[in-house]
């Protein structure tokens, strides 16, 4: 009778600890956050080489460095509209929410409207507005821009420095961040042709809005034109567009910049990029929220002083402007003994310009 005893209290211990384990298992199952990533139309993709995949390499960097799982639908769900509209875009917000997210992340110009509504409607969830202001920010929503302007700066400066002169930019829409990359291309080459001391009308520069952020062989042949024409180096701030750009780039033995990432990857003709610190923006709000110290209702402005922009100099297929350059000119901008201005007005930009030859088709 002790023997059968001591076997069943073995037994309901073993059960107990079994249970508790996993009782345990499942609450560690259940921590860290659930991050969602909207895109704000059906063309826009997650690995878009461009704003969206900045975005999502901060989430995914932000879970890795919490020690959640990649897996898709557990920690993190991507979310797209069938419609490019502001009721779509609410209700995928609410999807997202009845999916679980504790965290919104919204990148575009695109979620004002629908973020300044839902802020209030999900007051548990966070919201990250990534290149927009919405008119309200909520204790529950943080926005963040980039200084587009510097980034531009940066690359148009490169460019003329390494021997480029014939020169374009391509933006998507003349949204105000896109309109900042154009005018900041022009500051910077007018910069590099002054230290360079070039003459009046050394450097050319074409300039056009594509009005439309996505693929096409429209936007294929007007690089094309430009290219045959004798523009060696196309800037395309232009997200999905600058994919068609590349195109014709590699038919006509041009080069591009690329945008808001490395664009690198994506073909041999993407000689540097423009960066906007999407990946390291979103990182460090995520990892507030996990650590309770998220302060939302506020706008940050990652520019030059926060490494918020730059150029990708560790892809750098350019010749002669080196990374001792890049810093030199990072330099004077974190220091303001360089400015450059994020004025909309492109007749103020030109203004400011003397030495560059602007054409505008």
């Known amino acids: ?13 073993l059960l107990t600890a079994v249970a508790g384990f996993a009782a345990c298992s499942s609450e560690e199952e259940d921590t860290g956050i659930q991050v969602a990533l909207l895109t704000h139309s059906p063309e826009t993709v997650r690995d878009d080489g461009s704003f969206n995949e900045g975005a999502w390499n901060g989430i995914s960097n932000f879970l890795t460095s919490q020690g959640l799982p990649l897996t898709d639908g557990v920690h993190w769900q991507f979310f797209s509209p069938h419609a490019a509209d502001d009721a779509v875009r609410l209700d995928l917000i609410e999807q997202a929410i009845n999916w679980g997210a504790d965290v919104l992340v919204l990148p575009g110009w695109q979620w004002a409207n629908a973020a300044t509504e839902a802020q209030t409607v999900f007051e548990d969830a966070v919201f990250i507005i990534l290149d927009e202001v919405p008119a309200e920010l909520n204790s529950n ?137 999407l990946n390291y923006a979103v990182y460090d709000i995520l990892t507030a929220v996990a650590n309770d110290t998220f302060q939302g209702g506020r706008h940050i402005v990652y520019d030059a002083s926060l490494n918020g922009v730059g150029l990708s100099m560790g892809s750098s297929q350019l010749s002669t402007f080196n990374q001792t350059m890049h810093d030199s000119i990072l330099s004077d901008l974190v220091a303001g003994r360089v400015s450059v201005s994020n004025s909309q007005d492109m007749d103020e930009i030109l203004g400011m310009i003397d030495l560059v030859t602007v054409v505008i088709p």
């Open 141 to 277: 929503t943080i926005a963040v821009t980039f200084a587009e302007e510097a980034a531009g700066f940066l690359a148009g400066y490169a460019a003329v420095r390494d021997g480029f002169t014939e020169l374009g930019f391509m933006g998507g829409i003349s949204v105000a961040p896109v309109v900042r990359f154009g005018h900041g291309f022009l500051q910077g080459a007018e910069h590099a042709a002054n230290q360079m001391g070039l003459e009046q009308g050394a450097i050319t520069i074409m300039y056009h809005y594509l009005m439309q952020f996505h693929p096409g062989p429209e936007v294929v042949t007007a690089a094309g034109t430009w290219f045959v024409a004798g523009t060696e180096i196309i800037f395309a701030a232009a997200g999905g567009a600058g994919s068609s750009v590349m195109t014709a780039a590699e038919a006509n033995n041009g080069f591009v910049i690329g945008v808001d990432s490395d664009q690198s990857h994506l073909s041999p003709t993407v000689v540097i990029s423009a960066v906007k610190a």
């Open 1 to 13: 009778m002790k023997k059968v005893l001591k076997i069943v209290l073995a037994v309901a211990l």
